[in-house]
């Protein structure tokens, strides 16, 4: 059994200290703000301008005026801020942000970030504040789909689509589990309920690392 979409984003969102600067990509990532965990406040930044940005909101709640980075309706906090991009921009890149959580196509086992284009002619590449958040932020979360519709795995030894930035990916948090970048392959952090390493060796290819407690396999493959 594999983690939904908002069971990634509540997963992630549970690795995030109270009182943490964030900014939440387009996507997945922006399910995070609909699953700060109580006890726990985050001040959720987004590039557009604003920073003390709310979950979702609902249909009574809706202002028009009020979007986030990929235009879905939210709300806002109390002591929110409204700023312009020159500004919002200078936040990220003046190492401001305590941690961002972005989506990707690939990433390698040694932390590079590949999520602005593919190969694919059909797919319209946008790198959007990208670049500036995997460099920015001091913390970078990726939250994805462990594999692409075709069955390849977004998880590799060595990118093949153009970078965003190297070196940069601390954790990621999928469907299938929660996984760390390092030298000698991925560490598997936890895995989804029903999920078991060896099966997920055989399909990835990859060297996963086992740290998880009772997993199925030991040590790298």
Same mark, same amino acid.
């Not at 995030?16 to 703000?33: E, F, H, K, Q, S």
């Given at each position: ?10 997963? =992630?969102?549970?690795?995030?200290? %109270? +009182?943490?600067?964030? #900014?939440?990509?387009?996507?997945? $990532? !922006? ?72 989506? =990707?196509?690939?990433?390698?086992? %040694? +932390?590079?970030?590949? #999520?602005?284009?593919?190969?694919? $002619? !059909? ?89 998880? $407690? ?8």
């Amino acid at each position: 059994m594999s983690w939904s979409r908002h069971e990634i984003a509540a997963r =992630a969102a549970r690795d995030i200290p %109270d +009182g943490a600067y964030v #900014n939440l990509g387009i996507g997945m $990532p !922006t399910l995070v703000a609909d699953h700060v965990p109580e006890g726990k406040q985050f001040i959720l930044h987004t590039e557009n301008g604003m920073l003390g940005m709310g979950r979702a909101a609902t249909e009574d709640e809706i202002d028009p005026d009020l979007i986030n980075a990929g235009k879905i309706h939210v709300t806002e906090e109390p002591g929110a801020a409204y700023f312009d991009h020159a500004e919002s921009f200078g936040m990220i890149r003046g190492g401001h942000l305590s941690y961002c959580v972005i989506g =990707a196509y690939q990433v390698s086992q %040694d +932390g590079d970030l590949a #999520n602005w284009r593919t190969t694919s $002619p !059909t797919v319209i590449p946008g790198v959007g504040g990208a670049m500036d958040l995997a460099v920015g932020a001091r913390h970078v979360f990726v939250a994805m789909d462990l594999f692409t519709r075709s069955g390849e795995c977004k998880l590799v030894k060595t990118c093949t689509y153009p970078l965003t930035a190297t070196r940069c990916v601390e954790r990621v948090y999928s469907d299938h589990g929660v996984f760390e970048p390092s030298p000698d392959g991925f560490r598997v952090v936890e895995l989804a309920e029903g999920v078991e390493i060896d099966d997920l060796r055989q399909r990835s290819g990859l060297d996963l690392i086992d740290t998880v $407690p009772g997993a199925t396999g030991k040590g790298t493959s």
